[in-house]
């Protein structure tokens, strides 16, 4: 994927890969009741799928975003002619589940709404979601706002259905919980010894795996 991708969270996930009692186990934590450190540990099953769902760059639980583009892909005539891979939009973040709104803006900041199957085709399937012309259709030749004048909502991600997360994720994401909460301060390299080399490895081993390349 040539692209650079310029993208904002609009809805996060309603719930977490991995819930408070499932870590509270694997940690091995004596008092559940204690609010405080339920608190903590709750904070870090989110950064801890943020900072996987980042690596792979991709999203998890169901989640709304927007991509912001610059300019439409466009194969000029021969789009009208023949199928070309250079008129197709990939979507980021995995999993896409549909397209909620496509809309652009012309050189004067009027915003046009794209129709789906009239001015767009949208495919789910696969690892990344795409969207071109019906064919016959270009996307449109004209001039655009100056700064992100095309903005595309859409739904991605696994599900609402925790079991569909990978376990692979779950288990790099156990893996990191664990790490910090038992080194709450930052870890000293005083001796020469990396101490999370192991753990850093082990992490993104699981999670290369699945990981999306943006090149």
């Excluded at 950064?47 to 980042?54: I, K, L, M, P």
């Excluded at 739904?155 to 990978?166: A, I, N």
């Excluded at 001796?191 to 990981?211: I, N, Q, S, Y």
Aim: include cysteine.
């Amino acid at each position: 994927m040539d692209i650079e991708y310029n993208l904002t969270l609009i809805t996060p996930p309603a719930l977490e890969p991995l819930t408070l009692q499932e870590v509270q186990t694997y940690l091995k934590v004596e008092d559940i009741t204690d609010d405080e450190e339920n608190a903590y540990i709750q904070s870090l099953i989110t950064v801890a799928r943020e900072w996987c769902e980042t690596y792979q760059h991709r999203a998890y639980i169901t989640q709304t975003w927007e991509l912001a583009l610059q300019e439409f892909p466009c194969d000029g005539e021969n789009s009208l002619k023949d199928y070309h891979t250079s008129n197709i939009i990939e979507i980021p973040k995995g999993k896409l589940q549909s397209i909620n709104s496509f809309k652009y803006k012309d050189l004067y900041g009027n915003e046009i709404t794209l129709i789906e199957n009239v001015d767009y085709l949208v495919s789910t399937r696969g690892i990344l979601g795409k969207v071109c012309p019906p064919y016959g259709v270009i996307f449109p030749v004209t001039p655009l706002f100056q700064l992100d004048p095309i903005v595309i909502n859409f739904t991605c991600g696994y599900g609402d259905d925790v079991t569909k997360v990978p376990q692979k994720v779950k288990q790099a994401m156990y893996m990191l919980i664990s790490h910090w909460y038992d080194n709450r301060s930052l870890v000293s390299d005083l001796r020469g010894v990396d101490p999370t080399k192991e753990m850093a490895f082990a992490v993104t081993a699981l999670l290369m795996m699945d990981r999306i390349t943006i090149l």
